[in-house]
């Protein structure tokens, strides 16, 4: 997964949040005033925020993002974690056990949702019937807290080799989610016994974005411009994986809303039946990414599909 684009009401209280609070890095602010976050302060980033103060916000029962969830690269980080948000004065809407994560709740001043977990080791995972075992159950926040005292008392922000693990959202149907997840993007579904939820990964992965239809069967899309989910970016390993799923896109008659070459990656936009948009990008080598290599210009389509 690639940075998640939120469009926010106060961006000043929001980047505080997520600088000081979840210890996310500045990488670059563009000509239009968006700020790119990200746990190395460099490219590959892994939000982005963009102001709206006069946006409206979007109705209670509509599609778009349920949680960005943050990856920590070992559970004492994800204990360090814990402890720094609490200490922080802020409170966490729920914990669990999913067997193949350990998993804090939280929203952001926006109010949208947060992920931070941690894995179990792949092997620890279950598997019945060629689908992944996820369940939630309690999990211990005291023993995890303990375990994470080290690297709270050593805080100087989050992990660098934190990342964006999944994006869950919110559609009006899990069929129109694996028609265009599954159908025009080439997920594998991971996990169809959760109630009410549909779980789609690539590589063997537990899962790299999750629908759900929990609060939001039927649900139209946000009003346009609304605050909230922007886009949903996934990165893909070459040009020529972006050019097959541009063209499976045609096939499936889902339309191209925009192509840019951002200089460090070129990205594609699409957009689902629910209206989230999802950026498909791919990388370009850069001296060590640097941010300063970032530009807005128009990406030639057809080039890529000709080539």
Same mark, same amino acid.
């Given at each position: 997964?690639?940075?998640?684009?939120?469009?926010?009401?106060? @961006? /000043?209280?929001?980047?505080?949040?997520?600088?000081?609070?979840?210890?996310?890095?500045?990488?670059?602010?563009?000509?239009?005033?968006?700020?790119?976050?990200?746990?190395?302060?460099?490219?590959?980033?892994?939000?982005? +925020?963009?102001?709206?103060?006069?946006?409206?916000?979007?109705?209670?029962?509509?599609?778009? +993002?349920?949680?960005?969830?943050?990856?920590?690269?070992?559970?004492?980080?994800?204990?360090?974690? +814990?402890?720094?948000?609490?200490?922080?004065?802020?409170? %966490?809407?729920?914990?669990?056990?999913?067997?193949?994560?350990?998993?804090?709740?939280?929203?952001?001043?926006? $109010?949208?949702? &947060?992920? %931070?977990?941690?894995?179990?080791?792949?092997?620890?995972?279950?598997?019945? $019937?060629?689908?992944?075992?996820?369940?939630?159950?309690?999990?211990?926040?005291?023993?995890?807290?303990?375990?994470?005292?080290?690297?709270?008392?050593?805080?100087? $922000? *989050?992990?660098?080799?934190?990342?964006?693990?999944?994006?869950?959202?919110?559609?009006?149907? %899990?069929?129109?989610?694996?028609?265009?997840?599954?159908?025009?993007?080439?997920?594998?579904?991971?996990?169809?016994?959760?109630?009410?939820?549909?779980?789609?990964?690539? =590589?063997?992965?537990?899962?790299?974005?999750?629908?759900?239809?929990? =609060?939001?069967?039927?649900?139209? /899309?946000? /009003?346009?411009?609304?605050?909230? @989910?922007?886009?949903?970016?996934?990165? @893909?390993?070459?040009?020529?994986? +972006?050019?097959?799923?541009?063209?499976?896109?045609?096939?499936?008659?889902?339309? *191209?809303?925009?192509?840019?070459?951002?200089? &460090?990656?070129?990205?594609?936009? &699409?957009?689902?039946?629910?209206? *989230?948009?999802?950026? &498909?990008?791919?990388?370009?080598?850069? /001296?060590?990414?640097?941010?300063?290599?970032?530009?807005?210009?128009?990406?030639?389509?057809?080039?890529? @599909?000709?080539?």
């Amino acid at each position: 997964m690639g940075w998640v684009h939120l469009t926010v009401a106060d @961006l /000043p209280r929001t980047l505080e949040f997520y600088r000081e609070v979840l210890g996310l890095r500045h990488a670059w602010t563009d000509a239009g005033g968006t700020v790119y976050l990200s746990a190395t302060g460099r490219y590959p980033f892994h939000l982005a +925020l963009t102001a709206a103060p006069d946006a409206p916000r979007p109705p209670r029962k509509t599609t778009g +993002l349920y949680h960005i969830a943050f990856l920590l690269p070992s559970r004492a980080w994800l204990g360090g974690v +814990l402890r720094h948000v609490v200490a922080s004065g802020v409170s %966490l809407d729920g914990a669990a056990d999913h067997l193949v994560s350990e998993a804090l709740y939280l929203r952001d001043p926006e $109010g949208n949702g &947060l992920e %931070l977990y941690a894995d179990r080791p792949r092997d620890a995972w279950q598997h019945v $019937g060629g689908q992944i075992v996820m369940t939630t159950e309690p999990l211990d926040l005291d023993a995890l807290a303990a375990g994470g005292r080290a690297v709270e008392t050593a805080w100087d $922000g *989050i992990a660098p080799e934190t990342r964006v693990g999944h994006v869950h959202l919110r559609v009006s149907t %899990l069929a129109r989610a694996e028609a265009f997840y599954r159908g025009v993007l080439r997920f594998d579904v991971t996990l169809r016994a959760y109630a009410g939820a549909l779980f789609f990964a690539g =590589g063997g992965y537990h899962h790299h974005l999750g629908t759900n239809v929990w =609060g939001s069967a039927g649900a139209p /899309p946000p /009003p346009p411009g609304a605050l909230g @989910l922007r886009a949903v970016t996934i990165r @893909l390993p070459d040009r020529r994986e +972006l050019a097959r799923l541009i063209e499976g896109a045609a096939r499936a008659h889902v339309r *191209i809303e925009g192509a840019t070459d951002h200089g &460090l990656c070129e990205a594609v936009r &699409l957009r689902d039946e629910d209206g *989230i948009t999802v950026a &498909l990008t791919v990388d370009r080598a850069a /001296p060590a990414g640097q941010p300063a290599a970032w530009k807005d210009e128009p990406m030639d389509v057809r080039a890529l @599909l000709s080539a």
